[in-house]
């Protein structure tokens, strides 16, 4: 994560093994979501497939991701219950909820969990599961099962990538919890900045239709806009901060 990169053999000198060892070990740290094999090492950078860890996704498109969270807060109201995914830009969000309290805020990510926890007029419901460190999130049966017991009046989620109309992620894990969410509420909200659209992903979520709203940044490009509007139910554009 420091570094950005790191050959094959030089792990393999580091560590006093071989690179067949080291080999194995990126197969299953990139399997983990932790980095991305590439040629001779591998890489902690995104691409249009990998999106990196979560420490990464903090801090890409900061300004965009926080102009869209400005327009999804002008939708909660006081006294409603919310429920956040482990996406980065609902991270956004839930700094600026407090603004709205009283509140009950639902989620499983780690970071807003740690953020949230002891906030003033907020209720704040962690959802458990298996822990995954690539995504500081709980995931898996158990938190499908404890969101099934749960309903909200507003889901504010992400997706990692948006193709035709549809939006895909990159485990299976992450889409089981993200469907129960979208059946545990009254009303779908779907948070995306631009670069959504140019990358890709393995699992189909669901198509954007299935959101009552899509925001999107102002960087969106008008041929990419034009076509989120002809798939999504409504459209909102946030404005640049």
């Known amino acids: 994560m420091d570094e950005g990169f790191v050959r094959i053999e030089q792990l393999a000198d580091d560590l006093g093994v071989t690179p067949m060892t080291i080999r194995r070990d990126l197969d299953y740290l990139q399997r983990e979501g932790w980095l991305r094999k590439v040629r001779g090492g591998a890489t902690a950078q995104p691409s249009t497939a990998f999106h990196g860890d979560v420490r990464h996704r903090m801090g890409a498109m900061a300004e965009a991701k926080e102009s869209i969270a400005r327009a999804a807060l002008r939708l909660v109201k006081p006294g409603q219950s919310v429920m956040l995914d482990e996406s980065t830009t609902a991270l956004a969000l839930s700094g600026l909820l407090p603004e709205r309290a009283p509140l009950t805020v639902i989620t499983y990510f780690g970071p807003v969990i740690q953020g949230l926890a002891g906030g003033p007029g907020i209720e704040l419901i962690s959802l458990g599961g298996t822990y995954y460190p690539?995504?500081?999130?709980?995931?898996?049966?158990?938190?499908?099962?404890?969101?099934?017991?749960?309903?909200?009046?507003?889901l504010f989620a992400s997706t990692t990538a948006?193709?035709?109309?549809?939006?895909?992620?990159?485990?299976?894990?992450?889409?089981?919890?993200?469907?129960?969410?979208?059946?545990?509420?009254?009303?779908?909200?779907?948070?995306?900045?631009?670069?959504?659209?140019?990358?890709r992903g393995l699992y189909q979520?669901?198509?954007?239709?299935?959101?009552?709203?899509?925001?999107?940044d102002s960087d969106i490009p008008e041929p990419q806009l034009e076509a989120l509007q002809s798939k999504a139910q409504k459209v909102l554009v946030a404005p640049a901060e």
Do not use: W
Request: hydrophobic share 45%; with cysteine.
């Open 134 to 154: 690539a995504y500081d999130a709980f995931l898996g049966l158990r938190t499908v099962d404890s969101i099934a017991s749960l309903h909200a009046d507003v």
């Open 162 to 199: 948006i193709t035709r109309g549809n939006c895909y992620h990159q485990s299976p894990e992450t889409v089981a919890v993200k469907r129960a969410l979208m059946d545990a509420c009254d009303r779908r909200v779907l948070l995306v900045d631009h670069t959504k659209f140019q990358r």
């Open 205 to 216: 979520l669901a198509p954007v239709s299935a959101f009552d709203l899509v925001i999107v």
